[in-house]
């Protein structure tokens, strides 16, 4: 029988392939040094919800063409977004997507778009809160997504582990019969949203059994040596489960530093800060307790916020105060900064929430001009303003640079 060559027919294809691209350099080049890309997926509103609810990680840039810190992202988004595909081919693993918010002004007011270019991540069509302020580099964002991706809940391989947990910090624990149940899947959904604010750890089976004396469950370590608490909501309820631990993650009264600055400063909400020396527990204590007893239904229209009067010690001067004066209760409404008073009077019943209704109805901003709010005159008896001129805010300095976005505050469609 004849036998085909088989192994002489595959060395003469192999001599032709390098004949054949070693004498087109054109096809050469091509051959070995052709990129793979990826298209970016471009956002409107007809696909917007269905991309973001698909995707496990969604990367957005928000930008404008004639913005040219746009301009100058666009080929980085682009080549991190090829170098992130490579690793999670997947295309609902990681989307890079991007909207032209002159194109479509209703999703940049959708998302309170502020500035161009606002990097946004969004987790299952759920916009996280931190949005992306890093470095503007190709290894900088695959970084970051590789951070995304990671795995945010640190299993426990025995709970002697728990005593060695660092109690500075908010720490939920779950402790579930099986890794691959829904009660864990949910817990896992709500640990990649809020891994930022809390430390997530979980058990699982035997090492787990001794805290399940009732089934799986979730509890809550908060930092010093404060009490556990316990979850008794349904796990699988994820709305319920999510509003539960962002309770405990995310704490009334926030500290504001350097480093959150600007963030709290785009949340566009008014500060009324707390400023105590850093050692001072017991004046953060009772403000606290006064914000969650006078003020919680005010949460949603001022920032509860303390800050160390070491570091914010310029703050403290543009309302004529030193650290020696700590503590020091004042609201800084991104216009002006006003001051609460004796902080001893916080313990008066209403007296903080007064100081709250004052700055919504413009008292505070009218009295710092013309003086006090006039009472009843005689007939005829006139009111003489008595000007005066508050201090400027202090907090707005910390709003994002303009030397890295374009920001849009004078524009009328955002």
Not at 184 to 195: P, Q
Request: proline share 6%.
């Amino acid at each position: 029988m004849w036998e085909v060559p088989w192994r002489r027919i595959a060395l003469m294809l192999a001599v032709f392939l390098c004949f054949y691209y070693l004498c087109d350099p054109l096809k050469r080049v091509t051959w070995v040094f052709t990129p793979v890309t990826t298209e970016i997926t471009s956002l409107d509103t007809e696909n917007i919800d269905d991309i973001l609810n698909n995707a496990d990680v969604a990367l957005v840039n928000f930008y404008a063409d004639w913005c040219r810190f746009s301009q100058m992202l666009h080929p980085i988004f682009e080549e991190a977004s090829n170098v992130i595909k490579e690793e999670y081919p997947n295309e609902n693993q990681v989307v890079f997507a991007r909207v032209d918010c002159d194109q479509h002004s209703d999703i940049a007011q959708r998302y309170r778009i502020s500035k161009y270019p606002t990097l946004k991540l969004f987790r299952n069509g759920m916009m996280m809160k931190r949005e992306y302020r890093g470095q503007r580099s190709v290894k900088a964002l695959a970084d970051y997504i590789r951070q995304q991706k990671s795995d945010p809940v640190q299993e426990l391989h025995d709970l002697a582990e728990i005593t060695t947990l660092d109690r500075s910090k908010r720490n939920i624990i779950g402790y579930f019969e099986q890794k691959d149940s829904e009660n864990y899947r949910v817990f896992e959904r709500v640990a990649n949203i809020l891994h930022d604010d809390c430390a997530f750890l979980s058990a699982f089976g035997a090492v787990s059994k001794p805290e399940r004396y009732s089934g799986d469950n979730i509890i809550y370590k908060p930092p010093g040596s404060a009490p556990d608490m316990v979850y008794l909501g349904s796990m699988t309820n994820f709305d319920g489960t999510y509003n539960w631990i962002q309770d405990k993650c995310v704490p009334l009264v926030r500290e504001i530093t350097f480093e959150n600055g600007e963030e709290l400063t785009e949340e566009g909400l008014p500060f009324l800060i707390l400023f105590h020396m850093k050692e001072d527990t017991e004046s953060l204590e009772i403000f606290q307790n006064e914000v969650a007893r006078q003020l919680i239904s005010e949460k949603g229209t001022i920032n509860f916020l303390h800050a160390d009067c070491d570091k914010f010690r310029h703050p403290l001067l543009h309302i004529q105060k030193t650290p020696a004066d700590c503590p020091v209760i004042a609201i800084d409404s991104f216009r002006h900064m006003y001051v609460f008073g004796d902080f001893r009077d916080v313990l008066i019943p209403g007296k903080l929430k007064q100081f709250v209704f004052d700055l919504h109805s413009g008292k505070l901003h009218r009295e710092f001009h013309h003086g006090p709010d006039p009472t009843d005159t005689a007939p005829g008896q006139q009111v003489q303003d008595v000007a005066s001129s508050p201090p400027e805010s202090s907090f707005q300095k910390l709003a994002p640079s303009e030397y890295r976005y374009t920001l849009l505050r004078d524009r009328d469609e955002l």
